[in-house]
């Protein structure tokens, strides 16, 4: 299983992105997805998750302002960023959790810089 964010930029503070994770395998519908994001210095923490069934929940320091979704016909899991902040400034990664058996994978980050 691989999988591969990007979209990631330099963006003004107040400004949009758009991420993207694409997931390799034939059965990513089955899995939970999640964003989460490391700032230099700093802890990674997590961004938002979204079930194998569509369910979704953010943390609170993006709630209103970001959305996860998902296309399981694309095996792929987006992330709409807007309102955008300096202190969002950070490498985002994407994760697919463990289930069962199946090990969880994490994604390569790609970087979200604001200025402001």
Request: charged share 20%.
């Amino acid at each position: 299983v691989q999988l591969q964010a990007f979209g990631g930029g330099l963006v003004q503070a107040g400004g949009s992105l758009r991420l993207s994770c694409a997931a390799s395998g034939s059965t990513f519908s089955r899995y939970a997805m999640g964003w989460y994001r490391q700032a230099p210095g700093r802890p990674r923490e997590w961004v938002a998750s979204i079930t194998s069934g569509g369910a979704t929940n953010h943390a609170d320091s993006v709630e209103g302002r970001f959305t996860i979704s998902r296309d399981n016909a694309k095996n792929a899991v987006y992330l709409e960023m807007n309102s955008l902040k300096p202190e969002d400034t950070a490498v985002y990664s994407c994760r697919r959790f463990a289930l069962g058996k199946d090990r969880e994978y994490w994604g390569q980050g790609t970087l979200v810089t604001v200025s402001s």
